[in-house]
């Protein structure tokens, strides 16, 4: 017979359990209903394939494909930042550093995530752009290139310390039988440890993509709030969460189509996170089955 305790323990448990589901729900709902305004007066091949997002403007345009390649171009750049140098950085700490150093460092790297999204936007716009005009003249103030580095920045704690504790998770006796083969502690850290910890890895780089995706302050800060359908870093572009702030903060009128555009670029936003969560639990199952 389960004691009082344990089923209070369960029920706030499955409390908790059900409002997160019924959270998830009324933001899926707010922005289904929201959106369908908007659907209503604007087609949705206008939406998806102009080329132009100018809602805000006397001639108005509402294609969403600048603020996606903004969004991409960025992300883009910052898991290309982050992923080379937080794997390494994961390798360094499980399986070459001691662990007196492993305990220090950890933490310090750590300190990162906590530190506001808005100083690393300053940072961008501050430091790392004139540091990058001294070698390219062409950057423009706001661009692309100085948001995603920094972005990068911002995410590698997330990939290094997620990436770390998968690899560190690796049992023993994977690297002892890579040993006694003859294989060198480099050859033992990647051709045998990293891709035991595959389905870990996977998903720090997913968490660090899906931060990217989602991040804010960074990109309103440092990259513009201008929709540029290009791929060139050096360009002004606007992300989809920049433009959701800018209109939210700005003098648009509530119930306005121009104001109703927010939940169509975040409808736009919801739908492409939720397939690439869902294409990394896809992912990760394979690489288990593999490995399993």
Do not use: C
């Not at 019924?22 to 305004?37: M, Q």
């Not at 132009?52 to 996606?68: D, N, Q, R, S, V």
């Not at 171009?73 to 550093?97: F, H, Q, R």
């Not at 890579?178 to 389905?199: D, E, I, R």
């Amino acid at each position: 017979m389960k004691r009082s305790g344990e089923v209070i323990i369960e029920k706030v448990l499955a409390l908790s359990g059900i409002i997160t589901i019924l959270t998830t729900l009324g933001i899926i709902w707010v922005l289904i209903s929201e959106s369908a305004g908007f659907f209503a007066d604007i087609p949705l091949t206008d939406f998806l394939f102009d080329t132009e997002w100018t809602p805000l403007f006397a001639e108005k345009h509402y294609g969403i494909l600048p603020l996606l390649s903004g969004t991409f171009l960025t992300t883009l750049i910052a898991i290309s930042t982050a992923l080379p140098m937080g794997i390494i950085i994961a390798v360094y700490l499980s399986e070459y550093a001691d662990k007196r150093f492993r305990r220090t460092v950890k933490p310090m790297l750590e300190i990162l995530a906590a530190v506001p999204t808005v100083v690393y936007g300053f940072f961008a716009l501050t430091v790392v752009t004139p540091f990058l005009q001294q070698f390219i003249p062409s950057l423009g103030s706001f661009n692309a290139l100085s948001a995603g580095l920094v972005m990068g920045i911002m995410i590698i704690p997330v990939i290094s310390s997620l990436s770390e504790d998968a690899l560190y998770a690796v049992p023993k006796s994977l690297r002892e039988a890579s040993y006694g083969m003859g294989a060198t502690k480099f050859q033992t850290s990647f051709k045998v440890v990293v891709p035991a910890a595959s389905s870990g890895i996977l998903v720090s780089v997913i968490l660090g993509i899906a931060r990217a995706i989602g991040e804010t302050m960074v990109v309103a800060i440092a990259a513009g709030q201008q929709p540029n359908l290009t791929l060139d870093p050096r360009q002004t572009v606007e992300t989809i969460t920049a433009y959701i702030v800018q209109v939210s903060l700005g003098d648009v009128q509530h119930g306005s189509l121009e104001y109703k555009t927010v939940f169509a670029a975040g409808i736009t936003l919801f739908v492409f996170t939720f397939l690439l969560n869902n294409v990394s639990f896809w992912i990760k199952k394979k690489y288990q089955e593999k490995y399993e």
